[in-house]
């Protein structure tokens, strides 16, 4: 049966078809009709939109509306609503009918029969085997019908908790943040490295120190050069200290040391960008999109800016500038999060504000009116 036709009741009596957007005005009055019958406050101003919202603003609405329509195509004077519920006890879903209703002088004509019949229907086209409502315990005449067509009471009250309104949230502080990868997100084991430094003689840290000088890592991080060449440049620029080939074994294990990713800062990035636009701003390596994938952050900013791709790199004014182009939001309403002071400050020479990260707390606490949101 489909609610834009009678259902199979006697030639010249009343149907039940599914409302349309022309009823609402009359499903209103039935719905007020209703509240007062069943001594309840009358419906807030507006019901008519709120309703139609429900009923067709949406391509699948979950609240459906059955309206008794009188012989002829003539007054609507009953109403059924009915919404797909679920049942955590039986762990499957059933149609609650929200509201059934017949004028007064149009009771006991069967009409409460063909809504029940519609509705019954609805729950089985949806594959649902159960409906359930309730009605009040004063409503003797509604009690008896529901028991002649079978339904059983449940002894349960039903209660309404008027939720308190809670206070407007203050605006956010900004919105975006723009992160740094290296020595924020990003820490490398150089586990590896320190133990071939010894062993070579060379103090700890000696290979990253020549290979982070500028005329080293530069070309790098600009894209101009790979990991093959890096490393070659990494040999050559400790042959005055140790063999070629244990100066390229060097720069070989510290191209491929192991890294890990911070799960505190990620964290808390995942957890901002509900609220913001997450970007990373990086001087990084050709091969970034592949390190992302391994530290399994792949998807955690909604930007990334690398210097290897634009090929610029921090502090030059210009890779800020590109960032606060692709992130869409003004400078003033940005975050900038680096371990470098002098990244920072060209960030903050910008407009933004600047965060120099020192650890996992300094984040927290500059995004805490973001994450208190959540």
């Avoid at 070659?232 to 244990?246: F, K, M, Q, S, T």
């Amino acid at each position: 049966m489909t609610y834009d036709e009678a259902p199979p009741v006697r030639t010249g009596d009343a149907r039940v078809r599914r409302a349309r957007p022309a009823d609402l005005p009359r499903v209103v009055e039935l719905v007020a009709e209703h509240a007062a019958y069943e001594k309840g406050a009358p419906p807030a101003p507006g019901l008519d939109r709120r309703l139609g919202e429900l009923l067709f603003g949406v391509p699948d609405p979950r609240l459906r509306c059955l309206v008794a329509e009188l012989p002829g195509g003539g007054e609507v004077v009953g109403y059924a609503t009915c919404v797909p519920e679920i049942s955590t006890w039986d762990g499957a879903e059933y149609l609650h009918m929200d509201c059934l209703f017949l004028r007064d002088g149009h009771r006991g004509l069967g009409l409460g029969e063909l809504l029940m019949d519609a509705v019954a229907a609805e729950a089985r086209a949806l594959g649902l085997t159960e409906v359930q409502w309730q009605t009040p315990a004063w409503n003797e005449g509604a009690i008896r019908f529901y028991g002649r067509i079978g339904a059983e009471a449940k002894e349960k009250l039903r209660f309404g908790w008027q939720l308190p309104q809670l206070p407007p949230l203050p605006p956010l502080p900004f919105d975006a943040v723009l992160c740094d990868l290296d020595g924020v997100i990003r820490f490398y084991d150089m586990t590896r490295v320190e133990e071939m430094e010894r062993a070579a003689g060379l103090p700890h840290g000696s290979t990253a120190e020549f290979a982070f000088t500028p005329e080293t890592d530069l070309p790098l991080m600009l894209g101009h050069i790979g990991k093959k060449e890096w490393v070659e440049a990494i040999a050559h620029g400790l042959a005055d200290r140790v063999p070629y080939e244990r100066g390229h074994a060097l720069g070989a294990a510290l191209a491929e040391a192991g890294f890990s990713a911070d799960a505190t800062v990620v964290d808390l990035l995942r957890r901002a960008r509900a609220h913001l636009h997450v970007a990373l701003v990086t001087n990084a390596t050709p091969w970034l999109d592949q390190d992302l994938a391994e530290l399994g952050i792949a998807d955690l900013a909604h930007t990334v800016v690398s210097s290897a791709d634009v090929g610029i790199v921090k502090p030059d004014r210009r890779i800020y500038e590109i960032a606060v182009e692709r992130t869409g939001v003004p400078a003033e309403r940005c975050l900038f999060v680096d371990d470098r002071k002098e990244n920072v400050d060209a960030a903050v020479a910008l407009g933004m504000t600047g965060l120099h990260y020192t650890g996992p707390g300094d984040l927290r606490e500059a995004l805490a009116p973001v994450l208190g949101r959540s």
